[in-house]
């Protein structure tokens, strides 16, 4: 496999080179890019692995920006903002970012979750020939093999932490997890237990695989403690 390419957006010149340039000593390619319109631009006409987006940006802001990429790819975002607003930060994950971090930022830091993003994606897109199972819950169909989700016979488009959400309570069904179970076991060795970024993946994931998220069939609530998924599963 071939080098990773990352492109990074970013308004401002200044941050654009100093990811560059250390992502670059880390052996990535790097494109970058000014503004939204510019992002989309480029990703239709490049093969990317993971993206590192700016929320404020003119042309299309992030937010508008990662909604669109999310129609089109399941790749790793990382949400990039000078604001530290917990608004903002549920906006971002509940069009489909993965990661949120915040100017000023440490570059150790974010070359971390680079990394730890990265080799995930990629667990999930190249997962060992070994696991052929599906798992089946009525008219669910959970593909194992191809990391692919099937609803009557339609494909559900679900990002790589969605997948890996799916797949670790159906792989558990009807065991209880609390929300800091969860978050160690789908987003593994990321920096803070967050438990309002497990409700959002919670909540977009509910929109994407129940007839009606407010009365959910698969992903149920244990009040008090935290999620379960249940459903009787097809031999």
């Avoid at 957006?9 to 510019?38: F, H, M, N, P, W």
Wanted: hydrophobic content about 35%.
């Amino acid at each position: 496999m071939g080098k990773s390419r990352i492109l990074v957006a970013d308004d401002e010149k200044e941050i654009q080179l100093l990811l560059k340039k250390y992502l670059q000593r880390e052996g990535y390619e790097v494109d970058t890019a000014s503004d939204g319109k510019d992002v989309l631009e480029k990703f239709n006409n490049n093969k990317y692995h993971l993206i590192i987006l700016d929320l404020m940006m003119p042309e299309i802001d992030g937010i508008e920006t990662c909604r669109l990429l999310r129609n089109k790819t399941n790749i790793p975002i990382i949400m990039l903002t000078a604001k530290d607003s917990e608004v903002d930060k549920v906006i971002g994950l509940s069009i489909g970012a993965d990661d949120y971090i915040t100017k000023p930022f440490s570059i150790n830091e974010l070359i971390a979750r680079v990394k730890a993003h990265l080799r995930r994606y990629f667990i999930l897109s190249n997962q060992d020939s070994k696991i052929s199972k599906e798992l089946s819950f009525g008219n669910l169909i959970i593909d194992l093999k191809s990391y692919r989700v099937f609803k009557n016979n339609k494909e559900i488009q679900l990002t790589a932490k969605e997948f890996e959400l799916l797949k670790f309570l159906a792989s558990n069904h009807e065991q209880v997890f609390t929300k800091r179970q969860i978050f160690r076991q789908v987003w593994k060795n990321e920096y803070l237990e967050d438990d309002n970024t497990v409700m959002v993946h919670i909540r977009r994931l509910r929109k994407k695989i129940e007839d009606n998220p407010k009365k959910p069939q698969y992903i149920q609530t244990v009040w008090g403690i935290g999620y379960k998924f249940t459903g009787v599963e097809k031999e």
